[in-house]
């Protein structure tokens, strides 16, 4: 009976550090899917204000140069 409650502990233990291991794998994956996505934003950001930029540069009316008569 104490071997079998023994063998039962070991399993646990180890099942316990796979799953720790696991965990900390993701919390890694998790912190550079955070990285990278804030590197997408910064990008979305930066290219909606050069578009925007460039849209208000269209529709603004430009200076005519006066005609010569």
């Known amino acids: 009976m104490i071997e079998r409650l023994q063998q039962r502990l070991?399993?646990?233990k180890a099942e316990y550090q796979a799953?720790?291991?696991m965990l900390a794998e993701l919390e890694t994956k998790q912190a550079n899917l955070r990285e990278t996505?804030?590197?997408i934003s910064g990008a979305i950001q930066v290219l909606e204000e050069e578009l925007g930029i460039e849209?208000?540069?269209e529709n603004t009316p430009q200076e005519?140069?006066?005609e010569m008569p």
Do not use: A, D, H, N
């Open 19 to 21: 799953g720790q291991k």
């Open 55 to 57: 849209t208000s540069e």
């Open 64 to 66: 005519e140069s006066p």
């Open 37 to 39: 996505l804030l590197r």
């Open 10 to 12: 070991e399993s646990l």
